[in-house]
């Protein structure tokens, strides 16, 4: 059924005899899923990324919803790592402990973050050739402006892990 | 007598800048034909021990150009690229990731056999271009030419074209003793008679679902960082912002080239857990450099000379006065 959605889609095949492949697509489920991927392919190839099917869009939204930071500066740095201890605190105490002890806390981010900046000094720097960064290898082949090389790359930039 | 030798020197002075002359002219019709020509083959690409064999179709239909290449061999790897489609400078890459396609998209890459751009002003101004021998490659006859690097700040490159039509049929690059570090050739080559242009389109694997790669860059971006001192000959092209899922901050990409070599620079944060890396390492024409500089992370990377790399590691530092601004 996915091959005759990828003909009609293509012009291969006749709309008359093609009812019950719209129809079911209309209804939902896999056939629906593929009718917006197959589209979304169309829309690439011809370079209309801007029409709104759901897979395209959703995308978008959860990259809206992304902060994003131009130019990275030490101030950003401090503000992510008070982010962190304050989620762990959530998951730990009750919201009773908020109310009494809120200055507390206060204190226990300072000490928290005061502690992981310790953290991140105290770690020694490794030499290159143990930890090949793979993905700057990656983003430098995806901006340069000629190359060849990404008919070998083995992986994705966006997997990389720190 | 004296005349003689100097209507000698003068002569012989002119045929030899009429030659380099020719190989700019060969070069220029290169990457002209690159663009020009309806053709397909297939090409196999090779840096350090890995190997890839493309299939190629290219078509330049009244100014629109179409290029489809399809990975032949790419089997045992997943997240290879199994197709690229590109129209004019908008390129489109399908990759199998797991069970899914990612479809990514790029902009504005010189890909084989257009490899050279049409520009050559920049490049002339690095390298010295020299006519060389004639070979055969994939069948067909072809003018040697050599790109040789004026300094050490960048490999020199060595390229086939074909003495009827121009085309790029072999290009390799090679360090500054000589020594191949990458090669890219064409192993079978017809030219493209018909109008059809079916081929343009991906096939799509119905047991696969498809989704587009989220955004990774944002391009064009200004910052802070600058480079006190290039190497000679290459300017800044690019500025970007790389969104790294699993890094709280993006990453500072700034593209340097020379009109046909390139480098890239990363800045990050040394955020909390993340092991400052130092050193150089060199993975088949490509070095890398890494150091760290007030509590970030620098390291650049490109298919250029070590001294090239840490050149521009050094160079870099913060704007102090927009810093103490902030």
Redesign the interface.
């Known amino acids: 059924m996915k091959d005759q959605l990828s003909a009609l889609i293509d012009g291969e095949l006749e709309i008359d005899s093609a009812d019950h492949l719209i129809a079911s697509a209309k209804a939902g489920g896999e056939l629906k899923q593929c009718w917006a991927h197959y589209h979304l392919i169309g829309d690439v190839m011809r370079g209309e990324m801007n029409t709104n099917y759901s897979l395209s869009s959703r995308v978008m939204s959860a990259l809206e919803a992304e902060p994003t930071v131009l130019a990275p500066n030490r101030l950003q740095e401090r503000v992510d790592m008070a982010s962190v201890p304050e989620s762990r605190l959530t998951v730990t105490h009750s919201g009773k402990f908020w109310s009494i002890a809120a200055s507390v806390a206060a204190v226990m981010f300072v000490g928290v973050m005061v502690l992981q900046l310790n953290q991140t000094e105290e770690l020694m720097p490794v030499e290159i050739a143990q930890s090949v960064p793979t993905e700057y290898l990656q983003a430098h082949q995806a901006a340069a402006p000629n190359g060849a090389a990404y008919y070998i790359q083995t992986a994705s930039f966006t997997e990389s892990k720190q | 007598m004296l005349r003689f030798f100097g209507a000698l020197f003068l002569s012989l002075l002119s045929i030899s800048s009429l030659a380099a002359d020719d190989a700019w002219l060969s070069l220029q019709k290169s990457a002209y034909a690159a663009r020009e020509l309806n053709y397909q083959g297939v090409f196999v ?1 090779q ?1 350090g021990k ?3 064999s ?1 299939q190629i179709t290219h078509m330049n239909n009244a100014g629109r150009e179409m290029t489809r ?1 399809v ?1 032949l061999d790419n089997s045992s ?1 997943a ?3 199994r197709e ?2 590109s ?1 004019g400078s ?1 390129i ?2 399908m ?1 199998q ?1 797991n069970q899914k396609m ?2 990514e ?2 902009r ?5 056999p257009a ?1 050279l ?1 049409t520009d050559l002003r920049a490049i002339k101004a690095s390298y010295t271009a020299t006519l060389g021998p004639k070979e055969y490659i994939a069948g067909r006859e072809a003018q040697v030419i050599d790109l040789v690097s004026n300094d050490a700040l960048r490999y020199s490159y060595k390229i086939w074209a074909d003495t009827e039509y121009g085309l790029l049929l072999k290009m390799t690059l090679v360090d500054n003793n000589n020594k191949t570090l ?1 090669q ?1 050739e064409f192993t079978q080559l017809s030219t493209l008679n018909s109008q059809d242009v079916n081929w ?3 096939k ?1 694997d ?1 047991s696969k ?10 391009n064009h ?4 960082w600058i480079v006190a001192e290039l190497p000679a000959g290459y300017v800044k ?2 500025h ?14 700034m ?1 340097f ?1 020379d009109g ?1 070599s ?3 620079l ?16 060199g ?1 088949g024409s ?1 070095n ?3 150091h ?1 500089l007030d ?2 992370q620098i ?1 650049v ?3 250029v000379p070590p001294a090239t790399v840490m050149q521009i590691a050094k160079a870099v530092s913060f704007k102090k006065q927009t ?1 103490s601004n ?1």
């Open positions: 690409y840096n890995q190997k890839s493309v290449n990975v790897q997240n290879q690229p690229v489609y129209q908008d489109v890459i990759r990731k990612v479809i998209k790029r504005g890459q010189n890909l084989f490899m751009p990458e890219i343009f389109q991906p799509i119905v679902s498809y989704e587009m790669q989220d955004k990774t860059a944002v971006v200004e910052s802070d092209v690019d970007r912002a790389l969104v790294v899922p699993g890094k709280a901050t993006p990453v500072d990409q593209i080239s046909i390139s480098v890239s990363f800045i990050e944060p040394l955020n909390k857990g993340m092991r400052p890396k130092t050193g150089r390492m993975i490509t890398v450099c890494a760290v509590g970030y390291t990377v490109g298919e810093a902030k």
